[in-house]
T-cell receptor, first 113, second 114 residues
């Protein structure tokens, strides 16, 4: 079983649609969680951190459910520029003294006019 | 722009050769991590350096090695290249090794092994 699992997609949505991505992680000791965005063969860029209380940044809302080991990302009012791969990321370094980001394989989003 | 720079941007090598990839971290960052991203996969953690010492390593063989210099720049060395080493190699720097510290990625080096 992969440490971080995501539906690879692609998700094809029209502009203005709301789309949700989910991911699950296997390491219950994981302590921090993120969504990164990656455009074709470019570097991943941090989209947002994910907190248990849920957090929102404009059109983006992220949720964490520690009991179910489940992370979600909701994008409202999709724009053409949102087309990218969204990577679910878990930091499993824990108390080991180093940061080890474990990435899912990514979910590809295509927003069409 | 993150302030993390990597060189070269692209590289072609043949099986059995050795390669060195370079990374300059963002100003003020003392921690550098290296990741390998194969086509269609998420990045995989290779190792992390903190103040010139390797302080964490992923599931990669010893032919993957690294260095961090006093100015916190870093190198990734891969010996005896294999075809499966073809990937995008990403360097990320951070201010510390704290668990919630954000990582800033460079634009990567695309390595092709023929």
């Amino acid at each position: 079983r992969k440490e971080v699992e995501q539906d690879p997609g692609p998700f094809n949505v029209p502009e203005g649609a709301t789309v949700a991505f989910n991911c699950t992680y296997s390491n219950s000791a994981s302590q921090s969680f993120f969504w990164y965005r990656q455009d074709c063969r470019k570097e991943p860029k941090l989209l947002m951190s994910v907190y248990s209380s849920g957090n929102e940044d404009g059109r983006f809302t992220a949720q964490l459910n520690r009991a179910s080991q489940y992370i979600s990302l909701l994008i409202r009012d999709s724009k053409l520029s949102d087309s990218a791969t969204y990577l679910c990321v878990v930091n499993t370094g824990g108390n080991t003294g180093f940061q080890k980001l474990v990435f899912g394989t990514g979910t590809r989003l295509l927003v069409s006019p | 722009e993150t302030g993390v720079t990597q060189s070269p941007t692209h590289l072609i090598k043949t099986r059995g050769q050795q390669v060195t990839l370079r990374c300059s971290s963002q100003s003020g960052h003392n921690t550098v991590s290296w990741y390998q991203q194969a086509l269609g996969q998420g990045p995989q953690f290779i190792f992390q350096y903190y103040r010139e010492e390797e302080n964490g390593r992923g599931n990669f063989p010893p032919r993957f090695s690294g260095l961090q210099f006093p100015n916190y720049s870093s190198e990734l060395n891969v010996n005896a290249l294999e075809l499966d080493d073809s990937a995008l190699y990403l360097c990320a720097s951070s201010f510390s090794t704290e668990i919630n510290e954000k990582l800033f990625f460079g634009s990567g080096t695309q390595l092709s092994v023929l």
